[in-house]
T-cell receptor, first 113, second 113 residues
Framework: GAGVSQTPSNKVTEKGKYVELRCDPI?????LYWYRQSLGQGPEFLIY????????DSGLPNDRFFAVRPEGSVSTLKIQRTERGDSAVYLC???????????FGQGTRLTVV | GNSVTQMEGPVTLSEEAFLTINCTYT??????LFWYVQYPGEGLQLLLK?????DKGSNKGFEATYRKETTSFHLEKGSVQVSDSAVYFC????????????FGTGTRLTIIP
């Protein structure tokens, strides 16, 4: 596709359930980022992949959050034992390489009830 | 650590008014500075950036100058249009913008005809 694609666009889940959020970056983009945006706040960094490896996972809030990018393209953010405080818009961004612009997807709105 | 403080909104202006949205930052070293914009129903888009002191970023009539002495990157536009209504985020990134972005909380701008 032309841009960064995130699916689903909306996800409602019950407290305690497991969820997976998917990000399809722009083709050929080697860098991929996940951010979380709570209501009324700016995006907060979660994790950064360069290729298949997590170059920086310092933003993951706890061990319930995990992300993978096994083939260096699509990435999945996984949240175990969801809590109401996990409700937010989860954004994905990708970049072609060094010194290039990061392009954002439209996000997945996660609601934990 | 790194942080960005931006002017709280919402901001409401009449068409053709002058716009300033203040942004100040705290960072180690010499970060790159960015303004991102989120139009209704769309993903975050890069509006402009500056990578070193005294650089001026500009796009779509918007400008911002990297002021190291005041650690600021205020966004300005001489004559706003209804189509400029959006949420604006100031952000920084180290290593010439190749690392994670740290965002401010966002400023919602509404332009009335």
């Amino acid at each position: 596709g032309a841009g960064v694609s995130q699916t689903p666009s909306n996800k409602v889940t019950e407290k305690g359930k497991y969820v997976e959020l998917r990000c399809d970056p722009i083709s050929g983009h080697t860098a991929l980022y996940w951010y979380r945006q709570s209501l009324g706040q700016g995006p907060e960094f979660l994790i950064y992949f360069q290729g298949t490896g997590a170059a920086d996972d310092s933003g993951l809030p706890n061990d319930r959050f995990f992300a993978v990018r096994p083939e260096g393209s699509v990435s999945t953010l996984k949240i175990q034992r969801t809590e109401r405080g996990d409700s937010a818009v989860y954004l994905c961004a990708s970049r072609l390489g060094l010194n290039t612009e990061a392009f954002f997807g439209q996000g997945t709105r996660l609601t934990v009830v | 650590g790194n942080s960005v403080t931006q002017m709280e909104g919402p901001v409401t202006l009449s068409e053709e008014a002058f716009l300033t949205i203040n942004c100040t930052y705290t960072a180690t070293g010499y970060p790159s500075l960015f303004w991102y914009v989120q139009y209704p129903g769309e993903g975050l888009q890069l509006l402009l950036k500056a990578t070193k002191a005294d650089d001026k970023g500009s796009n779509k009539g918007f400008e911002a100058t990297y002021r190291k002495e005041t650690t600021s990157f205020h966004l300005e536009k001489g004559s706003v249009q209804v189509s400029d209504s959006a949420v604006y985020f100031c952000a920084l990134s180290r290593n010439f913008g190749n690392e994670k972005l740290t965002f401010g909380t966002g400023t919602r701008l509404t332009i009335i005809p």
